[in-house]
């Protein structure tokens, strides 16, 4: 098979591949036969979940309505009613100035993500000079998604983080701004909040200074908002949702329970909006339009900020202290700390001075059943050896409370063992 | 706003942007408005939406089967149980030779060209000289979607049809095998059997034949099936389902009435299912598991093979043969030949010798509320003037007889006025 350098480049195997592959794997073989700490699936809510079944039971009942989301295209901007809707609810709630003209959908934020880091990254000539241009993300370690999208190589610069201990077992990343130089290689700025893979939730601060800087150097800012405010709102801190004709927001159906549909939302200034538009076109005709159907109604009444705030995020909040708590005790003797856990679904562990590498760890725990993320795929565009890179792993929480438990304790046995006898098969 | 070169090649107008768009505000602006003979919206059919309505009901009352459909994440492959069905089926009934290594989901049809396209064309090194090949169209016409899908310029190569004339308002293009020359910068041929926009249907001979030159020259043949056999099986000739480890067979269930829900099929050898599934992580993280899952019992039990021959193909087929005496009567005195419709939604126009192009015609009609698709858009990858190219226009058939025929009748209206006047403004 004679591939292109395209060809090449995006069918070897990739982190996010393998992630996915684990989580398909584990999900079509059923419960009980892997313990999946791995992906990103969100947790089955009941209470969430009543609301898209009561959902769908009307769309039957409404005449023809079934019949119209299933059997017509959308336009390439996605579903207008939607659109409508969402833009009248941000507008109404937070006093963003934005209308139909700022919201895009897509068939998933990956898809998102892929449009807009090429139009703001990788060869150009940028109004003027032939360059190359990278996105920047101003806190390593930040999605492995991310790390295989760029067309170019080259493609992506990081800064490393400030660690600041909170405590024996905790601690928390921060963006050095000292150290955030951002010369005119630089294409995007762009950060997850909460922070995919450490659950860090950048302050209200920290994003307004990220938006000053970008805007001072006519970049924009994009914010990957998949797990975060006004929905699903996974958030454990105070965090406001910030928007500016300057920002790029990025949000996801998925979290909220829907990742079935893969429905992205992209809002940002009507240029950019346009943009996506015509990407849909050529890359995918339309996005898909049943899970803006399926939230319509919790979107039209503004439901969906309750329902993420009274049920999702108590939902989360809730494991992620139960899983800490697991990993408190079962890790007490064979050091292990973990990222201050203010956001998402994950935990970020960090195994300080373990012998071997976060990517041996995960094929030794998967021979045992238990499938976590080494944390090495997590920064994109960082350059040199920074062993801090090596001894990290990412840990999902949001499926059942006892795989959890039993996972932790599997992995806490593991790491135990491998401190006690260093490693002696390297 | 400063964009790489991607973002200036891809979000410029484009042709399927202009479609879409156009498709999009006629659907959302409700019936009546505007007379949609444009874009490739499938119709409605009673009796397949009460399929999918029936099939909606037993997820529903299938213990937690709607809220797994909607609340988990498919592998990077597609979900599996319907990959398996499918699998089984086109083995048992064509003697295919595959197995679920052998099939692929994405988000659509148009995303599968895109991965297709870019991994076989496009720069690179094809083991060994630095190249850049082409995906050469040998029957132009060819699909308005491919035109701007090539991730570098001069991506496409095309091929002048035959014409023959069928009687004086029918004529019909066929592949110029003898000028059919495959050069080693060629990176797979590409047909779409029917065609878009011509509903004509390649012969299984002259598939072989494309099927026997890409094999000789070591590249594939990829088949654009959106409306082909065996599903939905919008052909009026015969025609049979062709597949070998050659060829790489893209299917939809867009055109079955399920276009809302994003579902592209792609069947192929294992080498190129594994890099489809590779790309489907990186760019959108796994297909939507939806419209597989409204699916999956009529292709479990077969049944997708006899109501697309049964009741989608006749439903089309009277479509067709209704709007043809539409224009063969409402065209009497205006020059205007029909390509043979042999299936797809479409009728492909050819008014020879009109003193104004399909694009002007394009215009004036939408000003009159009737929208079409000027034909010089299905022209990608032939160079140099061919007045033919701008003679031709794409109807769709597939909404409302009375919508069609209105349209067909503002039409004739507007193209004898150009004729008898010249054209004046030019």
Redesign the interface.
Known sequence: ????????K?????G??R???D???A??AGSGKMLMLG????A?IPEV?KY??TR??SI?ANG?E????????????GE??FIEVLAELLRKEYGWKIGPENIALT??S??AF?FLF??????????GSRIR?KILFPLAPEYI?YA??G?SDDFFAARKPGIEMLGSQIFKYHVDFSNLKVSGEI?AICVSRPTNPTGNVLTDDEIMNLSDIAGSH??PLIIDNAYGTPFPNIIFTDAKPIWNENIVMCMSL?KL??????TGIVIANR??I??I??????????????GVS?AYDIVASGKIISISRDIIRPFYQAKAETAVSHIQREFKDCGCCIHKPEGALFLWLWFKGLPISSMELYERLKKRGVLIVPGNYFFPGMDGSWKHRNECIRLTYAQDDGVVRKGISIMADEVRKIRRTGNKSR
Do not use: C, V, W
Not at 66 to 77: A, H, L, R, S
Not at 118 to 127: E, T
């Open positions: 098979m004679k591939l292109s350098a395209f060809g090449r995006f069918t070897r195997n990739s996010i591949l992630l996915m592959d989580l398909g794997s999900i079509s992906g990103g699936n969100p089955h979940q898209f079944r769908m039971e039957l023809k079934f019949e119209q989301t299933i059997g017509d295209y959308d336009g390439p901007q207008n009613g068939n998933g990956q898809t892929f090429n139009m703001f990254a990788g060869k150009g000539s940028y109004g241009r998604g295989d999208m067309l294409g006519d970049i998925s329970g829907l990742p079935g549909l893969r240029k950019i346009s943009s538009s015509a990407m849909n076109a050529i890359f995918s005709l339309a996005p898909g339009g049943f399926l």
